[in-house]
Nanobody
Framework: QVQLVESGGGLVQPGGSLRLSCAAS????????MGWYRQAPGKQRELVAG???????NYADSVKGRFTISRDNAKNTVYLQMNSLKPEDTAVYYC?????????????WGQGTQVTVSS
């Protein structure tokens, strides 16, 4: 079992920055691939960024060059640094933990944190 708790969301003006954190507990954090997803009203949840246990990363095209995902295994935490934020980045952001030997339906999810980009 893995428990995930996100923090760091809020209201920011266009062009601003936020850093999301996701603290994990309950299992061996370092073996999990971690990801950030987001869901805007009326839209499907989408992958924003992912990081493997060896710290390889991947990003959605819409956030490349603006967002950076990182992990600190010593702190059992994954981060999402979001710069040059745009109104279209407004969504609930969810942290995800995926065990490499388990199916996706066994993934763990946080409760979500709201990010609103507006002037």
């Amino acid at each position: 079992q893995v428990q995930l708790v996100e923090s760091g969301g809020g209201l920011v003006q266009p062009g601003g920055s936020l850093r999301l954190s996701c603290a994990a507990s309950g299992s061996i954090f370092s073996i999990y691939a971690m990801g950030w997803y987001r869901q805007a009203p009326g839209k499907q949840r989408e992958l924003v960024a992912g990081i493997t246990r060896s710290s390889s990363t991947n990003y959605a095209d819409s956030v490349k060059g603006r967002f950076t995902i990182s992990r600190d295994n010593a702190k059992n935490t994954v981060y999402l640094q979001m710069n040059s934020l745009k109104p279209e980045d407004t969504a609930v952001y969810y942290c995800n933990a995926h065990h490499p030997l388990a199916p996706a339906r066994s993934d763990y999810w946080g409760q979500g944190t709201q990010v609103t980009v507006s002037s």
